[in-house]
């Protein structure tokens, strides 16, 4: 693994707060030159440490106003059950993060949707229905605490 040093972690930090700005701007950030900052972009880049750009868009202003978590429990534990239902996932533009758990749940699924009716197609005509899922488990998320805003880079 290549060894950071403290130019590289200013540099993703504040790539992290804003991935739009230009060599330029990130040079007066971070006291370095546009040309080295464009060199090290690049190899961070290149390196797997960015691994892509993207935009914060507000869900609310879409339209969808209900956050879910859902736990699921696979019918069967087993490769092929897994992977029927991570097939599943990867098609369904209303699950936002999906993750493999241990303990009682096998997985916890972030969900956003329009409203109510919404979620209820979601869960009884999408996932229940599926041959790989057993047992379905929903929480409607009330307040948003505390939002992914970026790693610790320092």
Known sequence: MTHLD????????????DGRLTNNELSDRIALSPSQCSRRRTRLEAEGFISGYHAAIDRQKLGLG??????????????????????????LPEVLEAYALTGEMDYHLKVVT???????RFVNDVLLPHDSVQHVK???????????EGLSVQ
């Open 6 to 17: 403290k130019m590289d972690l200013k540099l993703l930090a504040e790539l992290q707060r």
């Open 66 to 91: 209900l956050m879910v978590v859902i736990s699921v429990t696979l019918a069967t534990h087993n490769r092929d059950n897994a992977k029927r239902f991570g097939e599943l996932l990867a098609d």
């Open 114 to 120: 329009r409203d109510l009716n919404d979620l209820s």
């Open 138 to 148: 929903t929480s409607i998320v009330l307040n948003v605490l505390k939002d992914f």
